[in-house]
């Protein structure tokens, strides 16, 4: 079923493949056609003070204004990070601005964090169920908003969003808006972080907020970060966003096409920044691992390497449900490393 649909969207460009999947996908969960019961074994992983059905969540972008809320439970996923979402509508980048690279497993995208606004996600966050599977919200700042004002946008999106998301997602780490990148400086992110959870700490109910990090900083970097994070006091990281690197084994012709790149060149990258916040943190602090995550293997890798759970965005694309499902059931409940 999948390779079939797999041959006719890929046929399309990939934004126009992504927005009929998500439409047809949208219709069938209007038709009540897909579960909204999340995949799982036994017992439940608590993280950040969260029930987590499995390992598996669907990253941030895919599902940017909430189509498929909790459907996404219907391929195996364990929670899914809707947005990332923006205080204001906004169009995003000059189209194209997404590129399949076939012969390397990866996409590059510049979308821009193209989205319907703060005020359609709330009203697609209240058509949710409660029924296990865990929504994030993803949030980042309007173009226009310059780098000082920022705070202002990702205050409203946790002002706004509280009583529906189960947890936050602050998105630092784009690369296709301009300097949005710059907030992960040292300074600025730990006044930005503290600043949103004395927010955090003053919402009726308390949802824990993720910091969604780059793979480019340089390692020598990473521990003033780091230590600003946890001193500011979030509760965990997502580790990482594209990379606008280019590993030299890209074979496509789009692999020089401006923009994040993700997928099965990304897995090394992200593996090892996994691995590096993780020997600075020690275990215990919530950490979600993305980037080119497209096997079992791979996944019990990242278990390895010190995420708690894991991310799939570009390994859904490519390999599908039976992916997610796999990974679901195969990753263990309990962690030894
Ligand atoms: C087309 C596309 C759009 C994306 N949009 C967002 C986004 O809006 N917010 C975000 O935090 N990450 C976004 N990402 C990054 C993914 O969430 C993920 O961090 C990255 O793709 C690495 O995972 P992967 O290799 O499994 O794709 C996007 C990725 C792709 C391919």
Same mark, same amino acid.
Request: charged residues 20%; aromatic residues 12%; hydrophobic residues 25%.
């Given at each position: 079923m999948f390779s079939v649909a797999k041959r006719v969207l890929f046929a399309l460009d990939p934004e126009t493949a992504h927005n009929a999947t998500l439409s047809m996908l949208h219709l069938g969960r209007r038709l009540g056609v897909l579960a909204t019961t999340p995949l799982t074994s036994s017992g439940k992983i608590t993280l950040a003070g969260l029930s987590f059905p499995n390992r598996v969540g669907l990253a941030g972008g895919m599902d940017k204004n909430g189509v498929l809320l909790d459907s996404?439970?219907?391929?195996?996923?364990g929670f899914a990070e809707l947005g990332t979402v923006t205080p204001r509508p906004q169009s995003g980048n000059?189209?194209?601005r997404m590129f399949r690279l076939l012969s390397d497993q990866a996409i590059i995208n510049r979308?821009?964090?193209?989205n319907l606004g703060i005020e359609h996600l709330v009203e697609q966050f209240k058509?949710?169920?409660?029924?296990g599977f865990i929504l994030g919200a993803n949030l980042g700042k309007n173009k226009v908003t310059a780098n000082e004002d920022a705070e202002a946008d990702y205050i409203e999106g946790m002002r706004k969003l509280y009583l529906y998301a189960d947890y936050f997602t602050i998105n630092i780490?784009?690369?296709?808006?301009?300097? +949005?990148?710059? +907030?992960?400086d040292a300074h600025r992110i730990k006044s930005l972080v503290h600043t949103l959870c004395m927010v955090r700490d003053e919402l009726p109910i308390k949802r824990p907020v993720f910091i969604k990090l780059d793979p480019d900083t340089d390692s020598t970097d990473l521990p003033y970060i780091l230590e600003a994070i946890l001193q500011a006091g979030a509760d965990g990281i997502i580790a990482t966003n594209t990379t606008t690197r280019r590993p030299n084994q890209l074979k496509s012709p789009?692999?020089?096409?401006a923009g994040g790149l993700s997928g099965e060149p990304l897995f090394e990258i992200a593996l090892k920044r996994v691995a590096e916040i993780r020997a600075f943190t020690g275990s215990g602090f919530p950490l979600m691992g993305v980037g080119g995550i497209n096997s079992v293997q791979r996944g019990q890798q990242m278990l390895e390497a010190g995420a708690d759970l894991i991310q799939v965005y570009s390994g859904f694309v490519f390999k599908g449900p039976t992916l997610i499902k796999d990974l679901g059931l195969s990753l263990p409940k309990t962690k030894t490393s």
């Open positions: 996404w439970a219907h391929f195996g996923f000059e189209k194209p979308m821009g964090f193209n058509k949710r169920n409660h029924n780490s784009s690369p296709n808006t301009p300097e +949005l990148r710059e +907030l992960q789009q692999a020089n096409q």
